[in-house]
T-cell receptor, first 113, second 113 residues
Framework: NAGVTQTPKFRVLKTGQSMTLLCAQDMNHEYMYWYRQDPGMGLRLIHYSVGEGTTAKGEVPDGYNVSRLKKQNFLLGLESAAPSQTSVYFC????????????FGQGTRLTVV | GEDVEQSLFLSVREGDSSVINCTYTDSSSTYLYWYKQEPGAGLQLLTYIFSNMDMKQDQRLTVLLNKKDKHLSLRIADTQTGDSAIYFCAGGGMSSSASKIIFGSGTRLSIRP
């Protein structure tokens, strides 16, 4: 039981390049989330999904796109990376319901130069 | 929109109690979480409390909720070096979407010998 797995763990991009971060969970969770973590700003919600085929914007969605084609996977895309997107990205998942625990991946450290 | 605020740093002596405070703006929050993040790792759930509770105790952890002031606190008794981490307050079930979880900026707890 791997839980929530993020790939890659580290990446360096040049400004303007594109990439996709993959989040995979094996717990059959309905809800999945992408957050970014920056010093002094905590975790900010980028996009989230409440089920296969559905996505919604969070607090800071600009510059990112997401897809949830399969229930177990939630992809975060950067079409044209900018230095402001240098951050640590965390994926999380949980079952539906009001008080369920969110399980987090180990994070992806992305640097845009 | 929803907002969750915490102080950024706390330093305590080993063996003393640590009290980490959090305030939130959305009175419709139905549940509030405390997560712990150790260096280089993702977040792990420590405890949670429902909005209809005033206090919850779990071994060395005590959570107090003051709904009138929208104030949440986490007390760690007999603080140990292993408690060094960043602690995040988070709220869920907020008015705009029952599926979102909004995090505070995190409080970095350091332990003095």
């Amino acid at each position: 039981n791997a839980g929530v797995t993020q790939t890659p763990k580290f990446r360096v991009l040049k400004t303007g390049q594109s990439m996709t971060l993959l989040c995979a969970q094996d717990m059959n969770h309905e809800y999945m989330y992408w957050y970014r973590q920056d010093p002094g700003m905590g975790l900010r919600l980028i996009h989230y999904s409440v089920g296969e085929g559905t996505t919604a914007k969070g607090e800071v969605p600009d510059g990112y796109n997401v897809s949830r084609l399969k229930k177990q996977n939630f992809l975060l895309g950067l079409e044209s990376a900018a230095p402001s997107q240098t951050s640590v990205y965390f994926c999380a998942s949980r079952t539906s319901g009001l008080h369920t625990e969110a399980f987090f991946g180990q994070g992806t450290r992305l640097t845009v130069v | 929109g929803e907002d969750v605020e915490q102080s950024l740093f706390l330093s305590v002596r080993e063996g003393d109690s640590s009290v980490i405070n959090c305030t939130y703006t959305d009175s419709s929050s139905t549940y509030l979480y405390w997560y712990k993040q150790e260096p280089g790792a993702g977040l792990q759930l420590l405890t949670y409390i429902f909005s209809n509770m005033d206090m919850k105790q779990d071994q060395r952890l005590t959570v107090l909720l003051n709904k009138k002031d929208k104030h949440l606190s986490l007390r760690i008794a007999d603080t140990q070096t292993g408690d060094s981490a960043i602690y995040f307050c988070a709220g869920g079930g907020m008015s705009s979407s029952a599926s979102k979880i909004i995090f505070g900026s995190g409080t970095r707890l350091s332990i003095r010998p």
